[in-house]
């Protein structure tokens, strides 16, 4: 029997022998075996020339051979030669060898085709929904209050992120103690110079660690933008070893503690070098931030919100970077002078002319003599905290305490240490900037 004959009984002619009007460009298993069905009945089915019908004429009318074929194209025995043998389906020569037809795994043209319109149906409606969502998100992204260069460069998931966060900066604001208006034109307030009174960016996260917001000046202390913190967690930016402290600040139970004024030393991703340049993420090293805020919570209990998921309570800080001593334009401001100390904080170097005028000192009264010496019995635990800060996170800022004069009193003073590394990155010395309070 030949491959063209098999062509109408291996499924294209019904039991009645009708011609099908399949198109052989979807005809992949021309040349192939039609199944256990057909070797079965292979032998009562009469083929079209037992039949009486003209086979030149047959494929003249369905067009079995089509020379820009798929399947042409692909070389196959069965679409280039029209009195090509069933039998060599399964071994042809081709190549110096002889071949298995790829094709002759369906057994059943009609399966065949109807798993390939589901396929197609399939195809359809996955980019059906493809273009849906597309829309979904464009529209999304045009509410948010960004730029159109920012909301550009937004992928779908960043989208999602800052979409939840802005609605849960909706949530803070109602959080926010309400205050009497001022009597200043909304066109007066300039937001460019609240952030330089800030020293710092402003910063409101949730009990759950997420940046429900921060303020667009971020970037200037930390490299990263606002849109790319929005909604990210502090525990993916911070040093590993803050985790638990901060757990325990945002998760103050107690009321007492909940209202009392929150500050803290918190490590976060920098991609800002020494020289101004900016680096990758991954290469991004810790800046110490100091914390300065509240935790504000809602006056409705979480049972009689209708909402499940508004915002309950967040802490509302400022961070404010630690400058480091190298980085201190000359000359200092007035009442301030830099100190040196070794690791147990003993003097090594201080600065003659502040230090005496302001509290009597000389550089050689205070060589070789301990920082604990020197200040108020009743800050001692103050200071004892804010230097352990130091050994532990690399910079530190203490409260306001009273220094010892040298000729009797105390004056008050804020005192910003660093911690210097050498070539090992090992601790070598400590570096004071020490401003007078008046």
């Not at 989208?159 to 109602?174: G, K, T």
């Not at 330089?196 to 930390?222: H, Q, R, W």
Request: glycine residues 4%.
């Amino acid at each position: 029997m030949q491959c063209n004959e098999l062509y109408y009984t291996q499924g294209c002619i019904d039991n009645t022998n009708s011609v099908s009007d399949y198109n052989n460009d979807q005809h992949v298993d021309s040349c192939g075996e039609s199944g256990v069905n057909f070797a079965n009945q292979q032998e009562s089915l009469a083929t079209p020339a037992d039949a009486g019908y003209d086979i030149e004429d047959i494929n003249m009318q369905n067009n079995r051979l089509k020379p820009n074929g798929l399947l042409a194209k692909l070389a196959l025995p069965c679409q280039t030669d029209p009195n090509y043998a069933y039998d060599s389906c399964y071994s042809f020569y081709a190549n110096g060898c002889y071949n298995t037809c790829q094709f002759v795994q369906f057994g059943d043209i009609e399966d065949f085709m109807n798993n390939e319109k589901r396929k197609e149906k399939s195809r359809d409606a996955a980019r059906s929904r493809r273009s849906r969502e597309t829309e979904i998100f464009t529209d999304l992204a045009t509410a948010l209050p960004l730029s159109q260069e920012q909301v550009s460069q937004l992928d779908k998931a960043s989208i999602m992120r800052l979409a939840i966060a802005y609605l849960r900066v909706r949530d803070m604001v109602n959080l926010v103690p309400q205050i009497s208006a001022l009597d200043v034109k909304k066109s007066e307030i300039d937001d460019t110079a609240f952030l330089k009174a800030l020293e710092g960016f402003l910063v409101v996260i949730s009990t759950e660690g997420d940046f429900v917001y921060l303020s667009d000046n971020v970037s200037e202390y930390l490299g990263i933008s606002q849109i790319d913190l929005m909604g990210q967690n502090v525990f993916e930016y911070s040093h590993p070893c803050d985790h638990d402290e901060i757990k325990e600040i945002l998760s103050s139970k107690v009321q007492d503690e909940a209202d009392a004024p929150k500050s803290f030393f918190l490590r976060l991703k920098c991609t800002l070098t020494s020289k101004g340049r900016s680096v990758n993420l991954k290469s991004a090293s810790y800046k110490v931030i100091h914390l300065n805020g509240h935790i504000v919570r809602s006056s409705v209990k979480k049972e009689d919100s209708d909402e499940k998921n508004i915002l309950q309570s967040c802490l509302v800080a400022v961070g404010k970077p630690i400058p480091h001593p190298s980085n201190i334009e000359d000359p200092l401001p007035r009442q301030t002078f830099i100190t040196k100390h070794s690791l147990d904080m003993k003097f090594t170097h201080a600065e003659d002319k502040i230090l005496e005028e302001v509290l009597g000192y000389t550089a050689d009264d205070l060589t070789e003599k301990s920082v604990y010496e020197y200040h108020h019995a009743m800050d001692s635990d103050s200071i004892g905290s804010a230097y352990k800060c130091l050994f532990s996170k690399g910079q530190t800022e203490t409260n306001r305490y009273r220094f010892l004069a040298k000729n009797g009193g105390y004056v008050w003073v804020v005192t910003q240490a660093t911690l210097i590394y050498d070539k090992m990155q090992k601790p070598q010395s400590v570096v004071c900037v020490n401003y007078v309070i008046r």
